[in-house]
């Protein structure tokens, strides 16, 4: 696979069924206009901020108003300057830049806040408004505005959690209402409640089910790899139009959730929404979620070393079995994590950089989800590597307290590095098609 080579922070780039191209350079900035809330920056709140800030959301503040918004306006010209809001935390410069699920802003949009804010944030005429966006009452399902509502819906068993305690992790079981073999074409996992999302870390679907080989059940049901991983940030696994999950009849989740307390009790279960492909729909591929780890594999697992106020680099090697597609890249750390790194090491040793989260934030676990024709398609062989940095000094915010020692662990207050990753394994010939769609050299192939 050919790549090219990664960006400067001066360039743009196009990727194109895998193929790195480049566009022209940044230019200067037009010269500076007043801009007002009405006819210039509530057009950008409607496309890229009230979905999440608006009433009844978890948001601190409603930003569909000028009324509403003026009050945070220079709150809000410091987070969006500093690419903190709207949550998107990629370097732009460097790999893969088109993605399905892309909520950042432009430079010209990031400028006309700027404007505005500095300007004194001015109402303009209400005329100019945009139409108001109807937003619904209940919260609904991501996935619902591309596929409809799910076919089903499941829920864990509820957990209270105290005010003040340790970490838990609760893992109860829920039967899937599946009586036939079928296939998943997309998942959604969420906290039911507001609350709920205070307390919970993280919370995992693993699959337990029959060999799909012995549907009978002879085997008795075996680990079947992860359906989905939530984490707050993240929204929904979508697969491809030509791969998904098996289900088989008597399928099971085994629920991971991650709890801590935030002071207050709270009660809440975690819900799992699944779209199926229609009856007798067989996707070609299925598609996998791949840990893949940020530290070097050993049989003691995973090992990070942070003495107080020091810094510290980590890295760990997956190989790819056979041809594959990276549908996705989602960063995994806690509070001293501030920096991931995903590159492709080929068989004949080309190393591409394929996506760097430069300023990771615990808040926001991301999932980056890659265009159909951005989404990198690797030979059999190849090194996946990632890159994990964490910051245990003063200079992390987050960083809950520099002078204490932090090694690997599940708790929040412990630190891990790896990166969640849906894999769909090609045939070779596919792979061979495409390599010679895209005018792949024999040598890296």
Request: proline letters at 9%; a neutral charge; charged letters at 20%.
């Given at each position: 696979?050919?790549?090219?080579?990664?960006?400067?922070?001066?360039?743009?780039?196009?990727?194109?069924?895998?193929?790195?191209?480049?566009?022209?350079?940044?230019?200067?900035?037009?010269?500076?206009?007043?801009?007002?809330?009405?006819?210039?920056?509530?057009?950008?709140?409607?496309?890229?901020?009230?979905?999440?800030?608006?009433?009844?959301?978890?948001?601190?503040?409603?930003?569909?108003?000028?009324?509403?918004?003026?009050?945070?306006?220079?709150?809000?010209?410091?987070?969006?300057?500093?690419?903190?809001?709207?949550?998107?935390?990629?370097?732009?410069?460097?790999?893969?830049?088109?993605?399905?699920?892309?909520?950042?802003?432009?430079?010209?949009?990031?400028?006309?806040?700027?404007?505005?804010?500095?300007?004194?944030?001015?109402?303009?005429?209400?005329?100019?408004?945009?139409?108001?966006?109807?937003?619904?009452?209940?919260?609904?399902?991501?996935?619902?505005?591309?596929?409809?509502?799910?076919?089903?819906?499941?829920?864990?068993?509820?957990?209270?959690?105290?005010?003040?305690?340790?970490?838990?992790?609760?893992?109860?079981?829920?039967?899937?209402?599946i009586t036939e073999p079928r296939w998943v074409r997309a998942v959604e996992i969420r906290p039911a409640s507001l609350?709920?999302?205070?307390?919970?870390?993280?919370?995992?679907?693993?699959?337990?089910?029959?060999?799909?080989?012995?549907?009978?059940?002879?085997?008795?049901?075996?680990?079947?790899?992860?359906?989905?991983?939530?984490?707050?940030?993240?929204?929904?696994?979508?697969?491809?139009?030509?791969?998904?999950?098996?289900?088989?009849?008597?399928?099971?989740?085994?629920?991971?959730?991650?709890?801590?307390?935030?002071?207050?009790?709270?009660?809440?279960?975690?819900?799992?929404?699944?779209?199926?492909?229609?009856?007798?729909?067989?996707?070609?591929?299925?598609?996998?979620?791949?840990?893949?780890?940020?530290?070097?594999?050993?049989?003691?697992?995973?090992?990070?070393?942070?003495?107080?106020?020091?810094?510290?680099?980590?890295?760990?090697?997956?190989?790819?079995?056979?041809?594959?597609?990276?549908?996705?890249?989602?960063?995994?750390?806690?509070?001293?994590?501030?920096?991931?790194?995903?590159?492709?090491?080929?068989?004949?040793?080309?190393?591409?950089?394929?996506?760097?989260?430069?300023?990771?934030?615990?808040?926001?676990?991301?999932?980056?989800?890659?265009?159909?024709?951005?989404?990198?398609?690797?030979?059999?062989?190849?090194?996946?590597?990632?890159?994990?940095?964490?910051?245990?000094?003063?200079?992390?915010?987050?960083?809950?307290?520099?002078?204490?020692?932090?090694?690997?662990?599940?708790?929040?207050?412990?630190?891990?590095?790896?990166?969640?990753?849906?894999?769909?394994?090609?045939?070779?010939?596919?792979?061979?098609?495409?390599?010679?769609?895209?005018?792949?050299?024999?040598?890296?192939?």
């Amino acid at each position: 696979m050919v790549v090219g080579n990664v960006p400067t922070t001066r360039s743009r780039s196009v990727w194109a069924c895998g193929i790195l191209a480049f566009g022209g350079v940044l230019t200067a900035a037009e010269p500076e206009k007043t801009v007002t809330f009405a006819k210039d920056v509530a057009p950008i709140f409607q496309a890229k901020c009230e979905e999440c800030h608006h009433k009844g959301t978890a948001a601190p503040m409603s930003l569909v108003t000028y009324a509403e918004t003026r009050p945070w306006a220079k709150s809000i010209r410091e987070r969006v300057v500093t690419r903190n809001m709207p949550p998107w935390h990629l370097d732009k410069t460097v790999g893969i830049q088109h993605f399905q699920n892309d909520r950042s802003l432009s430079d010209q949009q990031i400028e006309i806040i700027r404007q505005w804010v500095d300007a004194g944030a001015p109402e303009g005429n209400p005329k100019d408004l945009p139409p108001p966006k109807q937003w619904p009452t209940s919260e609904g399902w991501e996935t619902a505005k591309l596929l409809g509502q799910p076919d089903f819906v499941v829920q864990s068993a509820p957990y209270t959690m105290p005010a003040q305690g340790q970490d838990v992790w609760w893992k109860p079981v829920t039967l899937l209402p599946i009586t036939e073999p079928r296939w998943v074409r997309a998942v959604e996992i969420r906290p039911a409640s507001l609350g709920g999302r205070k307390i919970t870390h993280h919370a995992r679907a693993d699959l337990e089910q029959n060999d799909p080989a012995d549907p009978s059940g002879g085997e008795g049901l075996r680990p079947a790899g992860f359906l989905m991983e939530w984490a707050i940030g993240k929204q929904n696994d979508v697969y491809p139009a030509d791969s998904g999950k098996l289900l088989v009849p008597g399928a099971q989740v085994r629920w991971e959730m991650h709890l801590h307390a935030v002071g207050e009790e709270i009660t809440d279960h975690v819900e799992l929404a699944v779209w199926l492909f229609p009856k007798g729909q067989e996707p070609k591929y299925k598609t996998t979620l791949a840990f893949l780890p940020a530290t070097p594999r050993s049989a003691g697992g995973q090992v990070i070393d942070l003495p107080p106020n020091s810094t510290a680099v980590t890295s760990g090697t997956t190989v790819l079995r056979q041809p594959a597609r990276l549908e996705n890249f989602q960063p995994h750390m806690h509070l001293r994590g501030k920096a991931m790194l995903m590159e492709a090491i080929l068989p004949d040793g080309t190393t591409t950089k394929l996506s760097y989260v430069n300023n990771f934030n615990f808040n926001w676990m991301n999932n980056y989800i890659y265009a159909p024709d951005a989404a990198p398609v690797l030979p059999a062989g190849t090194t996946l590597r990632i890159t994990a940095w964490y910051d245990n000094t003063p200079n992390n915010r987050n960083n809950p307290d520099p002078d204490q020692w932090v090694g690997f662990g599940d708790r929040t207050v412990d630190e891990m590095g790896h990166a969640w990753v849906n894999i769909t394994y090609i045939s070779q010939d596919d792979y061979d098609r495409w390599a010679a769609k895209n005018k792949l050299t024999a040598a890296n192939r």
